[in-house]
């Protein structure tokens, strides 16, 4: 039997439990929380269903002396053990790419329409994750719905320099945009697919109204029209970035290019799952397909409104893989107060960075995001970093950020010494500064590349070897 799309889905069905926009804007979006929270219940007890017929589940819960049946709701939510995705690599070791976390066996299973999309993988193989058309689609719901928030309609030219590749960013865009917008996706992928130049020269020839990529290659895209091609970037049809902002700058990216700038939160293994609405006011979490954790990563413990913790993920959706409590590693907080829209769904206000990239430097927490931060404050550069962490002789660990300066006339010695003694006021800890010329980090990072930015380079262990 050779599985079909479309009849492996109920398409009016699924719309009525996820709507698409612009009805769940009138529906769903408008529900109290207690309304929400009664929507959650009865998904949340199906998706522990689900999970406990997942080999990954049984194991990792079984450990823990949990049976089917404990948990009887939302409020036992917090009994169930985390996982992160450390556990998902060991999982994936038995038989890739059909890890015991997804759950699907070919050997027993009916054949499904699947796709297969990874993580980022920067060390080693990349990590599988399978979705099925349900799945999927939800997905490609959320992405509509975050789009149409930012102000995407339909006959709008969204470009996407996103890679099409393995993994799921650009992918997922596209689908998201052609079926739930009405808008038409131009997938001109990293600038390695298709040139910065040739990315500019299509947004003005064909009048794309939406760019979606990281902020770090869009700016440099504004950085290229502006100074090589001679083009403002405010006089381009560009009217919304859409973007995982994270602590990028966000006031210097909507003066390069004129546009508004909209942040997004979202995984490989989830796809979309917070956005800001037209009042950038902190992300919305898509509520009817996600329950999310803010916690303290020590005590496991919910933290209060603007306190930083680490987001837990739930689904309440996916049958390939749902995931239970799925520590993100990414740093937030939920966001006091109401927003003006109206909607009052938990929004989170940032992604600060990722509890796994923080690097402890003589007693001091050190995220490379908020170097980044730090760094394009200063106007003399034009935001682009990395930074390097080295062990000297004795142990002594030491970080250079190097960066690159937006003007090649400026002496670097200034900058450097300046700059270095802002990091040191913001973060308690002294960090060497090197500054480099335009591009010059291009190599390190991978900028004009991938769509994967290098921000850290460990060559502590190397060193040593
Ligand atoms: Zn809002």
Redesign the pocket.
């Known amino acids: 039997m050779i599985p079909r799309y479309h009849q492996a889905l109920d398409f009016e069905a699924l719309w009525r439990e996820f709507p698409p926009p612009p009805d769940y804007f009138s529906g769903t979006y408008r529900l109290s929380r207690d309304e929400m929270r009664a929507m959650q219940e009865p998904r949340f007890l199906r998706q522990m269903e689900r999970a406990w017929q997942v080999p990954f589940y049984r194991r990792h819960w079984s450990a823990a002396g949990m049976e089917p049946g404990d948990i009887r709701g939302l409020d036992d939510l917090a009994r169930i053990p985390p996982f992160s995705v450390h556990d998902m690599r060991e999982s994936a070791g038995n038989d890739p790419p059909w890890a015991d976390y997804i759950g699907i066996d070919p050997a027993e299973h009916a054949p499904l329409p699947l796709i297969l999309q990874t993580s980022g993988g920067t060390t080693g193989l990349p990590r599988p994750m399978i979705f099925t058309p349900r799945d999927r689609e939800v997905m490609n719901i959320i992405t509509g719905r975050r789009l149409y928030?930012q102000g995407v309609r339909p006959f709008d030219l969204v470009q996407v320099a996103l890679s099409m590749g393995l993994t799921n960013g650009g992918v997922l865009a596209r689908e998201g945009i052609w079926k739930y917008t009405g808008a038409v996706p131009v997938m001109t992928g990293s600038g390695a697919q298709t040139p910065t130049r040739r990315q500019i020269e299509l947004i003005k020839a064909w009048k794309a109204k939406f760019l979606i990529g990281f902020p770090a290659y869009l700016r440099h895209m504004g950085l290229v029209a502006r100074d090589e091609l001679k083009l403002d970037p405010r006089e381009l049809p560009v009217k919304g970035l859409i973007v995982h902002l994270g602590t990028d700058d966000r006031v210097a990216l909507e003066a390069l290019w004129g546009a508004d700038v909209y942040d997004t939160y979202g995984c490989n293994e989830c796809g979309t799952m917070a956005a800001?609405?037209?009042?950038k006011?902190?992300m919305?979490v898509f509520e009817d397909a996600f329950v999310l954790e803010v916690n303290d990563p020590e005590t496991l413990q919910p933290r209060s409104e603007g306190e930083r913790g680490v987001v837990f993920i739930t689904t309440l959706f996916k049958y390939a893989a749902p995931m239970i409590r799925y520590n993100m590693n990414d740093v937030t907080s939920v966001t006091a107060g109401e927003?003006?829209?109206?909607?009052v769904h938990r929004?989170i206000t940032k992604i600060f960075g990722r509890s796994d990239n923080m690097v402890k430097l003589r007693g001091v927490n050190v995220f490379p995001e908020a170097i980044g931060a730090i760094v394009s404050e200063d106007a003399r550069t034009n935001g682009e970093y990395v930074c390097v962490l080295e062990s000297a002789e004795g142990g002594r660990e030491s970080m250079t950020v190097m960066v690159e300066t937006s003007d090649q006339s400026m002496p670097p010695g200034v900058i450097e010494g300046e700059l270095a003694d802002r990091l040191k006021e913001a973060l308690g800890v002294r960090l060497e500064v090197q500054a480099v010329a335009r591009g010059g980090l291009d190599h390190l990072t991978g900028l004009s590349q991938t769509s994967k930015i290098k921000r850290l380079i460990d060559r502590r262990h190397s060193a040593s070897s």
């Open positions: 928030m800001e609405c037209g009042h006011s902190g919305h927003c003006a829209c109206g909607c929004r």
